[in-house]
């Protein structure tokens, strides 16, 4: 008898094929999130279960299938997996990691250039027919080049965000729990600083962490208060990092010159009222959204799977430890 595997959402076609000739495989086929009592339903029977990153796997899904034998994650990011619930049974968890890294640097740079030279908003004008030729004084933005960018982790992702930089000629700053070589600062012209020096001297304030509970409102009223009123503040790392009111409001107020934003606290809502600002770029999570970066991770998380039902060791494993 084979072997079952779940999907809980609809992702591309390649991890479906992969999986197909090795198992049989239920895909939850549309683009509606499952609810927990939904997912409890579609896995019961199964052997492996390939969720969403915005599924939430908490102890009562994993306890809810005393056969499962692998959480093959879609995404670089496990939070949303109880992953002490699964190391207590045994059961390896995988994500999808590295191969979001070009994406999400290049979706960084978007909303940089975006925010900075106002093109969401002039779009917007645009279209209503509010452009009525040029003037010297319309729709003005500020440069980039040459402005200083400021790096809150700099680990895979905020590496290549920095080695973009070079193209604009900015100086870097940053903070990070592990600071790189001397030759890596050279190679990126990044300064290593405390995060209150990176916060308060960056033209542009970029954060690429991997979220703990520890990381909530880690921007809050106090530290964006302290930036530059002409900083932009870009977040596409993991919304709560950032409290979102305290934002609304230093947006409205003008405390910083801007956002732009991948990611949100209380992901999908956005907190009411960041919509009607122009000085915000709001994204709906397109940070690893390219039709080869998603391949990738799909491939990434069928190969996991066929592994681990196979007997072998996953080749992303988040909880190793099960293996010792």
């Known amino acids: ?14 991890a479906y094929d992969m999986l197909s000739k090795e198992f049989e495989v239920t895909m939850h086929n549309d683009l509606r999130l499952l609810s927990k009592a939904e997912i409890i339903e579609g896995l019961a029977g199964k052997d492996a279960l390939l969720p969403l990153l915005s599924d939430n796997i908490d102890a009562d899904i994993i306890n809810s299938n005393p056969n499962l034998k692998v959480i ?4 670089a990011g496990f939070n949303n997996i109880d992953v002490a619930t699964a190391t207590e049974k045994n059961i390896p968890v995988t994500n999808t990691p590295k191969v979001s890294t070009d994406a999400t640097a ?13 093109i969401v908003e002039g779009d917007k004008n645009t279209r ?46 940053y903070y990070s729990r592990t600071r790189l070589s001397p030759e890596e600062e050279k190679e990126l012209n990044a300064e290593y600083r405390d995060m209150d020096y990176v916060i308060r001297n960056s033209d542009f304030l970029t954060f690429h962490l991997s979220y703990n509970p520890s990381l909530r409102h880690l921007i809050g009223a106090k530290e964006l208060a302290s930036m530059k009123k002409s900083a932009f503040l870009i977040n596409a790392a993991r919304g709560p990092i950032v409290d979102e009111q305290a934002l609304l409001e230093a ?42 970066t998603r391949d990738q991770m799909a491939t990434i998380a069928a190969n996991n799977i066929i592994a681990v039902l196979k007997g072998q060791k996953p080749i992303s494993c988040v909880n190793p430890q099960i293996y010792e």
């Not at 290049?106 to 106002?118: E, F, P, S």
């Not at 910083?256 to 949100?264: K, M, P, R, S």
């Open 1 to 14: 008898m084979k072997q079952k595997v779940f999907i809980s959402g609809l992702i591309p076609q390649v």
């Open 72 to 75: 093959a994650n879609y995404g």
């Open 106 to 118: 290049d979706l960084t740079w978007g909303l940089i250039l975006a925010v900075a030279r106002r």
């Open 128 to 173: 209503a027919g509010k452009f009525t030729g040029w003037a010297p004084l319309y729709h003005l933005g500020i440069e980039v080049t040459g402005k200083t960018l400021g790096i809150i982790g700099i680990g895979n992702i905020g590496k290549a965000v920095a080695r973009r930089a070079k193209g604009f000629d900015m100086p870097i700053i």
């Open 251 to 292: 947006l409205r107020n003008k405390t910083i010159a801007g956002a732009g934003l991948d990611v949100y606290e209380f992901e999908p809502a956005v907190t009411p009222g960041l919509e009607e600002l122009d000085n915000v770029v709001l994204c709906p999570h397109l940070g690893n959204a390219t039709v080869e």
